[in-house]
């Protein structure tokens, strides 16, 4: 577990997002790092979060992209890109188990085809603004 001064040291750069909920015992992998997740945590493109058995989370990234992890996931915030001034960017995510609610955000609301939900089976480009994925255990 990395100490809080990791974490002050990671919030100096750009980030992608923000933990908004955290119920249960989740983890954030940074790198080498394993972070106990707290609310007002700050995530960067490569994070992982994973929920255990009994636990959720939820992420506002800086557009306004809402997602929910529901227990036993596994998630990859793969790439995020933003230009508060002009709007444009994009997102990219794998869920690699689990469940997952997407809202879209500004980016899918100007350039849906910006965003990309990546699972073992099948990648997602996003053309809709709420949806649920699940990707089961095997």
Do not use: C, W
């Not at 394993?34 to 800086?62: C, S």
């Not at 960017?89 to 997407?102: H, S």
């Amino acid at each position: 577990m990395a100490s809080a001064a990791v974490r002050a040291d990671e919030s100096d750069r750009s980030h992608a997002g923000i933990l908004k909920v955290v119920r249960g015992d989740v983890q954030v992998q940074r790198k080498e790092q394993k972070l106990t997740a707290q609310v007002g945590d700050r995530l960067f493109a490569g994070d992982r979060v994973v929920t255990a058995a009994d636990a959720a989370a939820g992420i506002t990234l800086r557009d306004d992209t809402l997602m929910s992890l529901g227990p036993k996931s596994s998630f990859v915030l793969e790439g995020f890109a933003f230009n508060e001034s002009s709007g444009d960017g994009n997102v990219a995510v794998r869920l690699a188990k689990g469940t997952l609610r997407y809202v879209s955000g500004l980016i899918g609301k100007q350039a849906p085809d910006r965003q990309m939900v990546n699972t073992p089976t099948a990648t997602i480009g996003i053309r809709g603004t709420d949806f649920i994925v699940e990707v089961a255990d095997e």
